[in-house]
């Protein structure tokens, strides 16, 4: 089992949280932790950095998932960060989530996307 690193930098009112690792059952809480602590500092629009992410279980995904929700019910919006032909897009695909979330491949159009 790899480490799961998150390291989150603000750009304006917007988190950055880049994750490095692998996102499972035994990391997500960590995860779920860190959203929520930005959602209780009012921060409704959060960047997840998923390029250097490994590896996602459904437990990760479930995260995810239940962030979008609290994000959306505040007025804000979750975006992620998700290489092409990664591992962690063919999850989202297989799973049929890449096309509920906003997902970008780079942080500039995630925060320009964020702005609008």
């Known amino acids: 089992m790899?480490?799961?690193?998150i390291q989150t930098t603000n750009t304006g009112e917007i988190p950055v949280m880049g994750l490095s690792g692998e996102l499972d059952a035994y990391h997500a809480p960590r995860v779920k932790a860190e959203l929520e602590?930005?959602?209780?500092?009012?921060?409704t629009t959060?960047?997840?950095?998923l390029k250097r992410?490994?590896?996602?279980?459904?437990t990760g995904l479930g995260v995810l998932v239940a962030a979008r929700k609290q994000v959306l019910e505040a007025g804000g919006t979750l975006l992620l960060?998700?290489?092409p032909?990664?591992?962690?897009?063919r999850?989202?695909?297989?799973?049929?989530?890449?096309?509920?979330?906003s997902i970008f491949e780079?942080?500039?159009a995630a925060l320009s996307a964020a702005a609008s």
């Not at 959060?46 to 950095?49: A, C, N, S, W």
């Not at 992410?53 to 459904?58: N, T, W």
């Open 46 to 49: 959060v960047i997840v950095d």
């Open 53 to 58: 992410v490994a590896y996602i279980d459904s």
């Open 2 to 5: 790899a480490e799961l690193t």
């Open 91 to 101: 999850t989202f695909t297989i799973t049929g989530l890449l096309g509920i979330f």
């Open 106 to 108: 780079e942080e500039a």
């Open 85 to 89: 032909e990664s591992a962690v897009q």
């Open 37 to 43: 602590g930005h959602l209780a500092a009012g921060k």
């Open 81 to 83: 960060i998700i290489l």
